[in-house]
C-alpha cells in the first residue's frame, strides 16, 4: 500500500511539474514529499535516493521533524532545479553547480551531493574545511575532483581531497603538488552506501572566491561475483569465453568447468587490462576435482596473456583461480575461456 501511495505522489509530482514548466520555464521548482515514515537505511530510502540522483537532485529526510518549523529547517538544503528552457522536459536541469551547505567541517553535517553534479564550495576562513557525502548503489570506481580553486598574487589554494569509508574508517588522502592545481582521487566502492571526502588547504588559507567539487561514477558490473572462493566458482562451458573483472584490489575470480571425457583441458587468460597507470599481470592456479590445488601460471610480464594445460583422465568439475599479481583493481575486463582436446 505504501509503495502504491508513494508511486501516486511520483506521478502527481512529474505531472505537476511538467505544467509548472510551460509557464515558469526560468523559475526554480522544489518538491516536497510530506507525511511518511521512512526508516533511515531501509531500502525504501535508498530507492527514492537513488531517484532523487537518476533526476539530478539531492534526498534529504526531515528526521526528527515535530512543527512546520522544524519541518522548513530540515529541508533548507533541498534541492532545486531549474528547467532547460530549450528543452521542457522533467530532469533536463541545468549543469550549473550547486552549493556547499555550512556548517560542514565535521563527517556528521557532511554536504550531500548527486554523482555528476558540480558544487561550488569556499574555504573560508583559515583552516575550514567542507565535507561532502555521495550515496552510491552499486559496485564501480567513484572518482572525485577538485578543480578551479581560488588562485592569486598573495597566495593560492593547494587542495586536498581525503576520503572515508561507508563504516565511515579514513581511507587516505591525494593533495595538489603545487598550489593552484586540480586535485583527483579514485576509491573502489564494492558496497552500497555513503561514502565521504574532505576538502582542505594545505595552505591553511582563506579565500573570497569558490572551489569546484565534482563527483563521478564509473560502474563495473560482474555478473560472475561474487566468486571469490572455490565454493562460489562461476560455472563456464567448454570453448565459450567469459568476461570478468578484478575488482576492487584483492580480488580474485574462481571458475569451474565439467568435464565428461579424458583429454588435455586448457585454460586460457587473455585481453587483460592494460593502462598508462599500471596493467594486469595475470595468474591461472588450478584446482582438480577433489578438489586439491594443482599449480599455477603467471604471466611473464604485466599485460600479456596466460595459458595452463592439464591431462583430464576422469569426468568431473576441475576448478581455475584467477587473480592479479601486481594486486591491482581494474574497471575493464579480461578474457577467459576454457577448451578441451580429446
Do not use: H
Not at 551547505?101 to 553535517?109: K, P, S
Not at 585481453?271 to 584446482?287: L, N
Not at 569426468?315 to 575461456?337: A, M, Q
Amino acid at each position: 500500500m505504501r509503495q502504491e501511495l508513494i508511486l501516486c505522489l511520483t506521478m502527481a509530482a512529474i505531472a505537476i511539474a511538467a505544467v509548472a514548466s510551460s509557464a515558469l520555464a526560468q523559475d526554480d521548482i522544489e518538491l516536497y514529499i510530506i507525511g511518511f515514515d521512512i526508516t533511515q537505511g531501509s531500502s525504501t530510502e535508498n530507492s527514492l535516493i537513488i531517484m532523487a540522483q537518476q533526476l539530478g537532485g539531492v534526498y534529504l529526510s526531515a528526521e526528527n521533524a515535530k512543527t512546520p518549523d522544524d519541518l522548513s529547517q530540515a529541508l533548507n538544503q533541498s534541492y532545486k532545479g531549474v528547467i532547460s528552457p530549450k528543452n521542457k522536459t522533467l530532469g533536463q536541469a541545468t549543469t550549473a553547480p550547486t552549493t556547499e551547505a555550512e556548517q560542514n567541517d565535521c563527517i556528521g553535517d557532511a554536504t550531500a551531493v548527486s554523482i555528476g553534479q558540480p558544487v561550488s564550495g569556499s574555504i573560508f576562513p583559515k583552516q575550514d574545511v567542507d565535507f561532502y557525502k555521495v550515496f552510491v548503489s552499486d559496485p564501480g570506481i567513484l572518482k572525485v575532483s577538485l578543480k578551479d580553486v581560488p588562485r592569486g598574487i598573495a597566495g593560492s589554494m593547494k587542495g586536498e581531497i581525503c576520503y572515508w569509508n561507508r563504516n565511515p574508517d579514513y581511507v587516505g588522502c591525494s593533495g595538489a603538488a603545487n598550489p593552484g592545481d586540480d586535485v583527483a582521487y579514485e576509491a573502489d566502492i564494492t558496497s552500497p552506501g555513503w561514502y565521504y571526502f574532505r576538502i582542505r588547504d594545505l595552505n591553511g588559507g582563506s579565500y573570497n572566491s569558490s572551489y569546484t567539487f565534482v563527483v563521478t561514477f564509473d560502474p563495473v558490473v560482474d555478473i560472475g561475483e561474487p566468486n571469490g572462493c572455490i565454493g562460489d566458482a562461476t560455472e563456464v562451458q567448454l570453448n565459450k569465453s567469459v568476461e570478468g573483472f578484478i575488482f576492487s584490489k584483492g580480488d580474485v575470480d574462481f571458475y569451474k568447468v565439467f568435464v565428461s571425457d579424458p583429454g588435455i583441458l586448457k585454460a586460457s587468460l587473455k585481453d587483460v587490462p592494460r593502462e598508462v597507470a599500471g596493467s594486469m599481470k595475470g595468474e591461472i592456479c588450478y584446482w582438480n576435482r577433489n578438489p586439491d590445488y594443482v599449480g599455477c601460471a603467471g604471466a611473464p610480464n604485466p599485460g600479456d596473456d596466460v595459458a595452463y594445460e592439464v591431462d583430464i583422465t576422469s569426468p568431473g568439475w576441475y576448478y581455475f583461480r584467477i587473480r592479479d599479481l601486481n594486486g591491482g583493481s581494474y574497471g575493464v575486463s579480461y578474457t577467459f575461456e576454457v577448451t578441451s582436446q580429446v
